[in-house]
């Protein structure tokens, strides 16, 4: 994996300047809660190459190696909908669905999330991973409107 770095201001990531190869789940884990299609969820149809597609830049890898399409479910649904209580439980089970391609790869057993809105328009997102040996690692990530 390339390691992806946060700017630590607006919560972009980017390779800083350099590639790191990074060996932990937090890339994919990233990439696929918020690097998917949020103007729509795509298929395996594409705008031909050349032409604008409004979803991640490594679908189009993905579908000339006839693979599924990353779709972030739940960044679209975040952007879409007021950040509120009752929105949690669909959040939820979007991340899960988001990061379900992880355990069928069998990288992870399962995944857990934590939701928590920290603020008028800032949600808290907590991510543990549960390995096959049973090792948990914890990602943490924070959603600004």
Do not use: H
Not at 47 to 75: H, Q
Not at 82 to 110: E, F, H, M
Not at 118 to 125: F, Y
């Amino acid at each position: 994996m390339i390691k992806l770095i946060s700017d630590k201001t607006t919560g972009q990531l980017s390779a800083n300047g350099k590639i790191e190869l990074d060996a932990t789940l937090e890339t994919p884990i990233f990439i696929s809660i918020f690097g998917g299609n949020v103007q729509g969820i795509t298929t395996n149809d594409r705008n031909p190459s050349g032409v604008d597609n409004k979803d991640w830049f490594g679908n189009l890898y993905l579908k000339e190696m006839n693979k599924p399409l990353f779709n972030s479910k739940f960044e679209k649904f975040l952007k879409e909908n007021p950040l509120s209580s009752g929105n949690l439980n669909t959040l939820n089970q979007y991340a899960l669905s988001d990061l379900q391609w992880i355990v069928n790869s069998k990288a992870v057993k399962s995944f857990s999330i934590d939701l928590e809105i920290t603020g008028a328009n800032s949600l808290k997102i907590s991510i543990t991973a549960t390995e096959p040996d049973n090792t948990k690692s914890r990602y943490q990530y924070l959603w600004t409107s």
